[in-house]
């Protein structure tokens, strides 16, 4: 099946810094990816809608501002967390369908972010 | 919006017993289901989904059914295993041609003992 790939797995940062997430399709093209953050034990809850070519929609509740997110070419979205902060610390994942296709997300391996 | 709500949040079988897992959605309009296994700290992978002009889907070990009409969905693994033992999330959306939001149920934490 179709892979996602992101970029990094884990990664700690000090509070007031910016972490980049990557997410890639690795063997298809992804007009539309979403992005999503899990807390522990808990449900993954959608914060964004990336769009190639075009700025990203956000759920409500969700700060662009403060999650940027960039889909500069058909394989590839970014999620910023700007001045991140300890509450900030969750699992993002993010999970594309196959352009034109209507069913199946790919899911990615999701990227731990913990923010000290 | 959507709201998806699924029970039980916890299910404990014994190895070779089957196990059940059901959502209810809110949205008419839904008609995609799918259902995703989550094991620690990786992303949800996708093991069975349904549309709605079915009432019912099987895969080897696994089933789901559909209700419209009641706008529930449950989904069925048979002959458990410990290698089963992880959290499922069902999930519901419509379908809009070139991608849809998933709106997930709570999650269901499942262990399979031997």
């Known amino acids: 099946g179709a892979v996602v790939s992101q970029h990094p797995s884990w990664v700690i940062c000090k509070s007031g810094t910016s972490v980049k997430i990557e997410c890639r399709s690795l063997d298809f093209q992804a007009t539309t990816m979403f992005w999503y953050r899990q807390f522990p034990k808990q449900s993954l809850m959608l914060m964004a809608t990336s769009n190639e070519g075009s700025k990203a929609t956000y759920e409500q509740g969700v700060e662009k501002d403060k999650f940027l997110i960039n889909h500069a070419s058909l394989t590839l979205s970014t999620l910023t967390v700007t001045s991140a902060h300890p509450e900030d610390s969750s699992f993002y994942i993010c999970s594309a369908p196959i352009a034109g296709w209507d069913g199946e997300l790919f899911f990615g391996e999701g990227s731990r972010l913990t923010v000290l | 919006g959507e709201n998806v709500e699924q029970h039980p949040s916890t299910l404990s079988v014994q190895e070779g017993d089957s196990a059940v897992i059901k959502c209810t959605y809110s949205?008419?309009?839904?008609?995609?289901f799918p259902w995703y296994k989550q094991e620690l700290g990786k992303g949800p992978q996708l093991i069975i989904d349904i549309r709605s002009n079915v009432g019912e889907k099987k895969d080897q070990r696994i089933a789901v059914t559909l209700n419209k009409t009641a706008k529930h969905f449950s989904l069925h693994i048979t002959e458990t295993q410990p290698e089963d033992s992880a959290v499922y999330f069902c999930?519901?959306?419509?379908?809009?041609?070139?991608?849809?939001?998933?709106?997930f149920g709570t999650g269901t934490q499942l262990k399979v003992e031997l």
């Open positions: 949205d008419s309009a839904s008609n995609y």
């Open positions: 999930a519901a959306s419509i379908l809009t041609g070139g991608g849809n939001k998933l709106t």
